[in-house]
């Protein structure tokens, strides 16, 4: 497949040196600093993949970083990101083999190139074992010329698919989640207590910052997840997409419930055991989480990831503008505000805390339960989210 005209059109500062990507957008993801630390190291030996769900940014914050490197005078001509899911492109046809051997006019010899691709398990099958093999090529030469590597995907499975073959040493995964309440009052236009009222009436989304039209917000984001997320990141497993997004819409719409395999199963008609794989995929998306049941341990920590499902873990949408923009009932409702709310504060526990694992819930009975289970400095500390005015 001839990629020349899509690959130009995705880096014009190739043609014109002073084009800059989204110049617009001059607040950057907490996320930045680091990532691009990591690939302007002197001797970069390692790439850097940033997994996280659809509308988080990860398209933008690569465009950023493009924008930075040509800002500290690095040659346009060695910066090349690539958008594997441009819709011109046929999925899984374009190698990264392929972009790198572009070779841009005016590419300056013997000086780092450095490549920032988006969505690469859009690319052709074999991508994990070519950048194996890149990066491997680099470290023999160990010069400062060696080329960078910057990766983006929505599909977790596919990329923690890869990585377990191929990536142990060779490249490091971020998380990219919604904005926290922190990074949305940086980068918001709106100070002061509304801008805490609309944190939680919209969503951690970047693409809704400045948007007023929230229903139609809303719209694009059900549409976009509906159709990439779940059609086609899943669409590769063989499954049910129709009957996954049957359970997709239930989970989000139940956030905060404790998952039954069995009562699900029955709904869709599937097998149990069907239902907890698809329950599988859609959390590597990155889409909904699993919180595991405390079960003290030897550290008192919950227990092994790979028993979560057996103990009935409760499922939460990874960001509370998902449970907005799926729910049937109004904005307004209360016990919808009152999943947003408990959606919320388990994204910012997730943040502060170095193990996804390190965050539980606790169930004695049906009588008796807390919200969120955590860990600090040897402490087991408990949180619950409740509207009521009186504990």
Not at 64 to 85: H, M, R, Y
Not at 214 to 240: F, P, T, W
Not at 280 to 293: K, W
Not at 308 to 320: G, T
Request: aromatic residues 8%; charged residues 25%.
């Amino acid at each position: 497949m001839n990629i020349d005209g899509v690959a130009a059109d995705q880096n014009p500062w190739w043609e014109t040196p002073g084009a800059r990507p989204v110049r617009h957008l001059s607040q950057r993801r907490d996320l930045f600093d680091g990532l691009y630390l990591a690939l302007g190291g002197v001797q970069q030996s390692r790439a850097q993949i940033l997994l996280g769900p659809r509308q988080v940014g990860k398209s933008t914050l690569l465009l950023q970083i493009a924008g930075k490197l040509l800002e500290d005078g690095v040659a346009p001509s060695n910066v090349t990101f690539f958008d594997f899911a441009d819709d011109r492109l046929e999925p899984n046809t374009v190698s990264p083999r392929d972009v790198v051997g572009l070779g841009a006019p005016g590419m300056v010899e013997n000086a780092p190139r450095y490549f920032l691709f988006d969505e690469i398990t859009w690319a052709k099958p074999g991508w994990d074992r070519w950048l194996k093999q890149a990066i491997d090529a680099e470290r023999r030469t160990q010069s400062q010329s060696a080329s960078r590597f910057i990766l983006t995907s929505s599909s977790a499975s596919l990329l923690r698919d890869a990585s377990m073959e191929s990536g142990q040493g060779r490249w490091d995964s971020h998380l990219m989640e919604g904005l926290t309440f922190s990074e949305y009052a940086r980068l918001s236009p709106i100070k002061g207590p509304e801008m805490e009222l609309r944190y939680l009436r919209t969503s951690g989304f970047p693409g809704q910052l400045r948007e007023d039209d929230q229903g139609l917000a809303r719209k694009r984001l059900r549409e976009d997840i509906s159709d990439r997320a779940i059609l086609h990141d899943l669409l590769v497993h063989n499954v049910d997409v129709a009957r996954v997004r049957t359970l997709f819409t239930y989970l989000i719409q139940t956030s905060g419930n404790q998952w039954a395999a069995e009562n699900r199963a029955q709904d869709l008609d599937a097998d149990p055991r069907t239902a907890s794989q698809w329950l599988h995929l859609l959390i590597q998306t990155g889409l909904i989480t699993a919180l595991p049941r405390w079960t003290p341990g030897k550290s008192g920590k919950p227990g092994k990831a790979s028993t979560e499902l057996r103990a009935h873990p409760k499922i939460y949408a990874s960001d509370h503008g998902l449970l907005l923009a799926f729910a049937a009932q109004a904005a307004e409702d209360s016990e919808l505000q009152g999943r947003v709310l408990e959606a919320v504060v388990y994204r910012h526990l997730r943040s502060i805390r170095d193990d996804d694992r390190d965050v539980a819930y606790f169930r004695a009975d049906d009588r008796c339960e807390i919200d969120f289970v955590t860990f600090l400095e040897g402490d087991t500390i408990g949180v619950e989210v409740t509207a009521a005015r009186s504990v």
